[in-house]
């Protein structure tokens, strides 16, 4: 499925919450993807390995703080 389509399946879901899973090989998309969801719902968890090894790079890049 292409980030579009599964973006706009995200967004017509209409969730509070939004769970991204990351690894480095992912970090552009899991980006990408919260970058579009982060104003359609109240709260992003990031987790996986990228944020947890490098939480203040990957929260500083999606300037969510």
């Known amino acids: 499925m292409k980030r579009e389509e599964a973006l706009k399946k995200a967004q017509d879901i209409e969730a ?9 090989t992912m970090r552009n998309d899991s980006i990408w993807f919260a970058r579009n969801l982060r104003d359609g719902c109240d709260l992003i968890i990031a987790g996986g ?3 947890s ?4 790079s990957f929260m500083t890049t999606l300037m969510l703080w």
């Open 53 to 56: 090894s490098d939480p203040r």
């Open 49 to 51: 390995p990228l944020p």
């Open 16 to 24: 509070d919450v939004v769970g991204i899973y990351s690894m480095v």
